[in-house]
């Protein structure tokens, strides 16, 4: 089946350390995005992509790091810099058309609990 | 000023009404518009999309664009109680060189049976 695969669901984070939020497509989309969401709030977004090797912060960037390696693949790495990582984290992608997106498509979202 | 802004509600329509849900944005240039459903818990989902001014139908779903106004709604007809959800508008715009989606603060639409 195509669709876009985050993983884990659930996370669990000690202070201090590093973790990576795994998102995987398979409908060949060139463009990948990062969002967290806080309860009862919008989608802000951390970091996109329009192509492979390249990548642009968002509004919230900071604590956070990414990589484009691959077309299929846009893994996000939470830091120890983030202060306040507890959140719902989304991940979505879509065609380009024209230089301009098309519709957005979300995995089913990883959440991140500080412990 | 934000770059997608809606009225974050509570929004609450009796059951078989229209449901208003607006949205303005910041870039003038902007062509692609969507708006997108979220259930408590859940990633959001595609229910319509708009690129051209005027009214888009699919169903009971309406969606509005005026660029001119820099305005895009959502009209909901005959709102059941399935449709309460948060209703999310997203806006394509130029960001550092690349295109982004940005997404307003949602709307959250209560439909009292």
């Known amino acids: 089946d195509g669709g876009i695969t985050q993983s884990p669901k659930y996370l669990f984070r000690k202070e201090g350390q590093n973790v990576t939020l795994s998102c995987e497509q398979n409908l060949n989309h060139d463009a990948m995005y990062w969002y967290r969401q806080d309860p009862g709030q919008g989608l802000r977004l951390i970091y996109y992509s329009q192509i492979v090797n390249d990548f642009q912060k968002g509004d919230i960037a900071e604590g956070y790091s990414v990589s484009r390696e691959k077309k299929e693949s846009f893994p996000l790495t939470v830091t120890s810099a983030q202060k306040n990582p507890t959140a719902f984290y989304l991940c979505?992608?879509?065609?380009?058309?024209?230089?301009?997106?098309?519709?957005?498509?979300f995995g089913q979202g990883t959440r991140l609990t500080v412990v | 000023q934000k770059e997608v802004e809606q009225n974050s509600g509570p929004l609450s329509v009796p059951e078989g009404a229209i449901a208003s849900l607006n949205c303005t944005y910041s870039?003038?240039?902007?062509?692609?518009f969507f708006w997108y459903r979220q259930y408590s818990g859940k990633s959001p989902e595609l229910i319509m999309s708009i690129y051209s001014n005027g009214d888009k139908e699919d169903g009971r779903f309406t969606a509005q664009l005026n660029k001119a106004s820099q305005y895009v709604s959502l009209l909901i007809r005959d709102s059941q109680p399935s449709d309460s959800a948060t209703y999310l508008c997203a806006v394509n715009m130029w960001g550092r060189g690349a295109q982004k989606l940005v997404f307003g603060q949602g709307t959250r639409l209560t439909i009292n049976p």
């Open positions: 979505a992608s879509s065609i380009d058309h024209e230089g301009w997106g098309t519709e957005a498509f």
């Open positions: 870039d003038r240039v902007s062509q692609s």
